[in-house]
């Protein structure tokens, strides 16, 4: 596969792995734990600010759209409030700092972190930032200089980098925040955590077979984005990740 692009087949894998490990400092308690350090109360503001503080102090409507899938009215409700007592851009760069940690954390024993980041920042650094905003800002973050913590960092640059890219297919594809949800194979429960309320619109088949659709444009577009490395090295990317993912703890 030398010289040859990256399929869409291999970003489908490598998103499965950095859709998973990528995310998983703002789900860990011990982010929230530290939300004083910020002067935030432990809950969604932590996630909401720490995430989308990159975008600076902007208004709700702004957050709402690079967040894609959150009711705007819960997106208004955690980010307004914080905008009074501290500010996004440091916000996020303390979750940065939360990020490298869980790296430090639970990296640690990964094997090849130093070449993972290598050829994961190829990625980061060359993919295309049109219609990916988040994505831009967390690009734009300092990195450690410490394997397992850069490794955390650039794990989640490309975490958003798909998010960024599944949103856009989702919005060329019609289909509302919650319907996308509730034909996402285990999204389905997250509907309410996301602010969506009782009535529902329906789910017809056709937002079914649309939801499969932007998968697969998902999987095109991500691989597109892997362009700054060739078929056999996004391969040794994807063994890598899974590599971290396997000796994670």
């Not at 997250?190 to 998902?218: Q, Y």
């Amino acid at each position: 596969m030398a010289g040859t692009a990256p399929t869409p087949a291999q970003a489908q894998r490598l998103g499965r792995v950095v859709g998973d490990i990528g995310g998983r400092f703002m789900t860990d308690p011990a982010a929230y734990a530290r939300a004083g350090e910020v002067g935030l109360e432990p809950g969604l503001g932590v996630y909401i600010i720490g995430r989308f503080g990159v975008l600076g102090r902007v208004d709700a409507g702004v957050v709402t759209a690079a967040a894609a899938f959150w009711n705007p009215a819960t997106i208004r409700a955690a980010w307004e409030p914080a905008l009074d007592h501290c500010d996004p851009a440091s916000v996020a760069a303390w979750y940065a700092d939360v990020c490298a940690d869980h790296g430090r954390t639970h990296f640690a024993e990964a094997p090849g972190l130093a070449r993972w980041c290598e050829l994961a920042e190829v990625v980061a650094d060359t993919a295309p930032v049109f219609g990916l905003a988040t994505f831009a800002g967390w690009r734009a973050m300092p990195r450690p200089d410490d394997a397992p913590a850069r490794a955390a960092l650039v794990l989640h640059v490309l975490r958003e980098l798909r998010f960024g890219l599944h949103a856009n297919a989702t919005v060329a594809a019609g289909l509302s925040p919650s319907v996308a949800m509730r034909t996402t194979p285990g999204m389905d429960a997250m509907v309410a955590a996301f602010g969506w309320e009782e009535p529902l619109e329906p789910v017809t088949d056709a937002d079914v077979a649309r939801r499969k659709e932007i998968e697969a444009t998902t999987n095109e577009l991500s691989a597109v984005s892997l362009g700054g490395l060739d078929a056999d090295r996004a391969e040794e990317l994807i063994t890598l990740a899974e590599g971290i993912a396997t000796a994670a703890n």
